[in-house]
C-alpha cells in the first residue's frame, strides 16, 4: 500500500494551543468561584468541548447551560490566544518537507471559526 496524503491534527501538534485551552476552563471556573486544578483537566483536554463540560459536570458545578458554555469558552480561549503565534516552529518545515511528495490535510475536532481563528 502506498502512502498519498497525510493528515495533521490541529491542536497539540501544529499549534501549541493546549496550555491556553486548559487555562480558558480554568478561568470558567474561577469567574464563577470554583477551581479547576489542571490535574483535573489533563486527560480530557483533547476531547471536544461539549464532552469536557458533560464530565467536568458544569451544569452542576457552575448553573450554565451548554451553548453559554460554549460560547463563554470561545470568548476567553480567543482573548487568551489572541496576538499569540502558536504555530510550533519547526513544523512548518516538516510540512513544506513533506507536501513536495504527499498530499496534506489539518484535521480538527475543533469548529471551523476556531480553526480560521
Same mark, same amino acid.
Given at each position: 500500500?502506498?502512502?498519498?496524503?497525510?493528515?495533521?491534527?490541529?491542536?497539540?501538534?501544529?499549534?501549541?494551543?493546549?496550555?491556553?485551552?486548559?487555562?480558558?476552563?480554568?478561568?470558567?471556573?474561577?469567574?464563577?468561584?470554583?477551581?479547576?486544578?489542571?490535574?483535573?483537566?489533563? #486527560?480530557?483536554?483533547?476531547?471536544?468541548?461539549?464532552?469536557?463540560?458533560?464530565?467536568?459536570?458544569?451544569?452542576?458545578?457552575?448553573?450554565? #447551560?451548554?451553548?453559554?458554555?460554549?460560547?463563554? +469558552?470561545?470568548?476567553?480561549?480567543?482573548?487568551?490566544?489572541? #496576538?499569540?503565534?502558536?504555530?510550533?516552529?519547526?513544523?512548518?518545515?516538516?510540512?513544506?518537507?513533506? +507536501?513536495?511528495?504527499?498530499?496534506?490535510?489539518?484535521?480538527?475536532?475543533?469548529?471551523?471559526?476556531?480553526?480560521?481563528?
Amino acid at each position: 500500500m502506498k502512502i498519498k496524503a497525510l493528515l495533521f491534527d490541529l491542536d497539540g501538534t501544529l499549534i501549541d494551543s493546549i496550555p491556553f485551552h486548559k487555562k480558558s476552563f480554568q478561568l470558567i471556573f474561577k469567574k464563577f468561584g470554583k477551581s479547576l486544578p489542571e490535574s483535573a483537566i489533563r #486527560n480530557y483536554i483533547r476531547w471536544s468541548t461539549e464532552e469536557i463540560y458533560h464530565h467536568l459536570k458544569v451544569k452542576e458545578k457552575l448553573g450554565m #447551560n451548554l451553548e453559554s458554555f460554549l460560547e463563554m +469558552r470561545r470568548e476567553v480561549y480567543y482573548s487568551l490566544i489572541k #496576538n499569540k503565534k502558536l504555530l510550533i516552529k519547526d513544523r512548518v518545515s516538516l510540512i513544506k518537507k513533506i +507536501r513536495r511528495k504527499y498530499k496534506i490535510a489539518l484535521v480538527s475536532i475543533s469548529s471551523r471559526f476556531t480553526v480560521d481563528y
